[in-house]
């Protein structure tokens, strides 16, 4: 499946670095006089014979944002939702009724949330296994649908060996969705270690500026996405066209952002190192 946006986006260069891709990608065709923004688009309903027609099924400010972050994770698609949890969400909606997910011990609080929920209303089992770079997994995934990874994890930052896991649950015929949000394209694309599903909280650092709660999901396989698509047009999860403008202006500063956490986030860990009350750093 593919966005489908009704002015297309400029495509920048493959070779382009992310941080150019993230500023130049997403944008109005430059002719002259032409905006360099994608523009708010405030409407319920479009005219027929186009490829949008129903607000809830589609929008240009979402499309600019669906295909900037497709471009950025190296994937042929891309949706958003109105939270992080509601992609993660949508991703479990993929499992089959009586399913099993492998997951890790310890992920994030939503996701947590979410498995128990879920497991508890019969809706399929959870497994746990405990990340580390050299995790053999094999055991947990036999007769699994979904192996699910958090990396670096939120909030102890564990670490997975994401081409390694992936590996192992293809061989078992289970799908792997990735948390990334600590990662953001910035660092690495997931979908380049074997990944099928890579999903974002673009609440943090993607948009970056604390004023937009947002959820994303990327990937290359086009049913999929196409799922993906029905599960929240049917459920009404839409983000508004406000703020996926927020979000894409978010990620045009993501290089210079992600560049300074990183060095503020190393000289924080070495400092606190050498704090004798200091019993332990989780770093990265």
Known sequence: MSNDPSVPPTS???EWKISTRAVSHGRPAPDPGAPVNESITLSSTFHAGG???YGRVGNPTWTALESTLADLESTQSALCFPSGVAAISAVLDLVPVGGVVVAPAHPYSGTRGLLNER???GRFTV???????TADISAELQGADLLWIETPSNPLLEISDIAGLSQQAHAAGALVAIDATFITPYIAQPINFGVDL???SVTKFLAGHSDVIMGSVATNNDELATRLH??????????????AFLAL???????VRMDRSIANAQTIAERLLTLPVVEKVRYP
């Open 119 to 121: 497991q508890s209303a």
């Open 127 to 133: 497994r746990e296994y405990q990340p580390s770079p």
């Open 51 to 53: 490829p949008l027609d």
């Open 198 to 200: 890579v999903v974002h």
């Open 230 to 243: 029905t599960i929240r047009t049917l459920g009404g999860a839409i983000v508004g066209p406000f703020e």
């Open 249 to 255: 202006r978010g990620i045009r500063t993501l290089g």
């Open 12 to 14: 920048p260069d493959s």
